[in-house]
């Protein structure tokens, strides 16, 4: 079986939750029940975590082909997407994170769906997310995020 980079929504189980955190996650199974739910694909935080925030054209070209295939299929659908957090952390029995890491709206081209991934990861490192952690008195860590497309 061929090792992806990104998995489909509609094909997400509860083994990938702990690669998708859980917005992406709860996403997943309200589109597997046939809810309202936009159709989308994640990166998962273990590919994420390898990615450059600084330049998009250091990425693994074989991530970007991905990115791209399945881009253009959301794009014969939706005139436009959303390029969502899913941090491993987010949505979780204890923390919700809610508002805490970006989301960039109207994405229509490659280039601004590499650029907005890249935002999103970054998003993870912001000063308010290590204050957000101590807030809740949960001890700051390095904070683990999937990007969810859709």
């Known amino acids: 079986m061929t090792k992806t980079n990104i998995l489909k929504l509609k094909k997400i189980t509860k083994k990938h939750k702990a690669r998708v955190g859980g917005k992406a996650y709860r996403l997943a199974q309200l589109l597997q029940k046939n809810f309202h739910v936009p159709d989308g694909f994640v990166i998962p935080a273990d590919i994420c975590s390898t990615l450059t925030t600084e330049n998009y054209d250091q990425w693994p070209q074989s991530l ?3 990115i791209t295939s ?3 299929a959301l794009l ?4 436009k997407v ?3 957090s899913s941090a491993l952390v987010e949505d979780s029995s204890e923390y919700s994170y809610a508002g805490q890491f ?3 709206l109207n994405i229509d081209s490659l280039s601004e769906c590499l650029a907005a ?3 999103i990861i970054a998003s993870a490192t912001a000063k308010h997310i290590a204050v957000y952690q101590q807030h809740q008195e949960n001890e700051v860590h390095e904070t683990n995020i ?3 497309i859709q």
């Open 64 to 66: 970007v082909k991905e």
């Open 102 to 104: 970006q989301t960039v």
């Open 76 to 79: 014969q659908h939706y005139p």
């Open 146 to 148: 999937a990007v969810c």
């Open 82 to 84: 959303a390029v969502r």
């Open 70 to 72: 399945a881009l253009n």
């Open 117 to 119: 991934i890249a935002t």
